[in-house]
């Protein structure tokens, strides 16, 4: 059973920055893949990137200006963001799969996470 917790959302001004973190506890973030997925009023849930041990994974609307890292420990997930557009604002959530899992053998969406945050508020103003 793995807990997670986001922390580090509020507001930020366009082409400003933010770091979201996600502490886990109950186990670690090892061999899993996990991620960071948004949802904006009257949108679906969106990837925003996963990883796992093969690799970083990013939505296009996140490429170039964000970043997915872990701690050494593998129980902190981050998500740095930069360059920071009105259209970022939304609810950040951390998710984790089971262990082991590869985000692209066995993860086809949002439903294959079990482990979920409650969510950090991003709102991002010109």
């Known amino acids: 059973q793995v807990h997670v917790v986001e922390s580090g959302g509020g507001s930020g001004q366009a082409g400003g920055s933010l770091r979201l973190s996600c502490a886990a506890s109950?186990?670690?973030?090892?061999?899993?893949?996990v991620g960071w997925f948004r949802q904006a009023p009257g949108k679906f849930r969106e990837l925003v990137a996963n990883?796992?041990?093969?690799?970083?994974r990013y939505a296009d609307s996140a490429k170039g200006r964000f970043t997915i890292s872990q701690d050494n420990t593998k129980s902190t997930l981050y998500l740095q963001m930069n360059s920071l557009k009105p259209a970022d604002s939304a609810i950040y959530s951390c998710a984790a799969t089971v262990a082991p899992r590869w985000c692209t053998s066995h993860v086809q969406g949002p439903g294959d996470f079990p482990y979920w945050g409650q969510g950090t508020q991003v709102t991002v103003s010109t």
């Open positions: 109950g186990t670690s973030l090892r061999n899993r893949c």
């Open positions: 990883m796992d041990l093969a690799g970083l």
